[in-house]
């Protein structure tokens, strides 16, 4: 009964390859959202997703993109994967209106590039 | 631009113990909520505790506690009777109304036996 779960949780690649890692929720929440944290522990959001809108931040790269198939999933695309990519990133989804507008987060899943 | 700021990025307090985790906040929302996240060797991100803005009284999560000091924009994390289960990152957040969290650097906790 994982309320957020992520495929796969380790991820190890080589440079210039296309990868995906898969996200599904289970809260019926209309908002899902992809966070980066890097080697420094440090979290910064890359996209947030809703059946309207796709918010990304600016600093994101172009080789990657969310890709939703229905509102429970929202997976995430790396193409031509770079050294600097190595990261834990983190699907999280929340339902905007609610009391709290909590934020419940995935397990993250360990991207290695070689 | 909403910033936070963790200015320890470690601590560690005896088993126990009591331990004020420090967080301050730049924001130009009038409505905005803060969190506190911990996240274990787990990775698992999990949350501690919520304050509403609007809400002047301090939040309480059973051993949990926050010092929310909203002019000063200051918002602490105390843990009373630490354990040794207490240790990990804790994260700092807020959210403003477009549900956009910004996360503070976080501070490693260490809990001594």
């Known amino acids: 009964d994982t309320a957020v779960s992520q495929t796969p949780k380790y991820l190890v690649t080589q440079m210039g390859n296309d990868k995906s890692i898969k996200c599904e929720q289970n809260?019926?929440?209309?908002?899902m959202y992809w966070y980066k944290q890097d080697s420094k522990k440090f979290l910064k959001i890359m996209f947030s997703?809703?059946?309207?809108?796709?918010?990304i931040n600016e600093t994101v790269p172009n080789r990657f993109s969310p890709k939703s198939p229905d509102k429970a999933h929202l997976n995430l695309h790396i193409n031509s994967l770079e050294l600097g990519d190595s990261a834990v990133y983190f699907c999280?989804?929340?339902?905007?209106?609610?009391?709290?507008?909590?934020?419940?987060f995935g397990p993250g899943t360990r991207l290695t590039v070689l | 631009a909403q910033t936070v700021t963790q200015s320890q990025p470690e601590m560690s307090v005896q088993e126990a113990e009591t331990v004020t985790l420090s967080c301050t906040y730049d924001?130009?929302?009038?409505?905005?909520?803060l969190f506190w996240y911990k996240q274990p060797p787990s990775r698992q991100m999990i949350l501690v505790i919520r304050?509403?803005?609007?809400?002047?009284q301090n939040a309480t999560e059973n051993r949990f506690s926050v010092n929310f000091q909203k002019a000063a924009k200051s918002f602490s994390l105390k843990i009373s009777d630490s354990q040794l289960g207490d240790a990990a990152m804790y994260f700092c957040?807020?959210?403003?109304?477009?549900?956009?969290?910004?996360f503070g650097k976080g501070t490693r906790l260490h809990i001594l036996p």
């Open positions: 924001t130009s929302e009038s409505d905005y909520y």
């Open positions: 999280a989804s929340s339902h905007p209106g609610s009391s709290y507008n909590e934020q419940f």
């Open positions: 997703y809703n059946n309207k809108e796709l918010i």
């Open positions: 957040a807020t959210m403003n109304r477009d549900d956009k969290i910004i």
């Open positions: 809260l019926g929440h209309d908002t």
């Open positions: 304050q509403e803005a609007y809400k002047q």
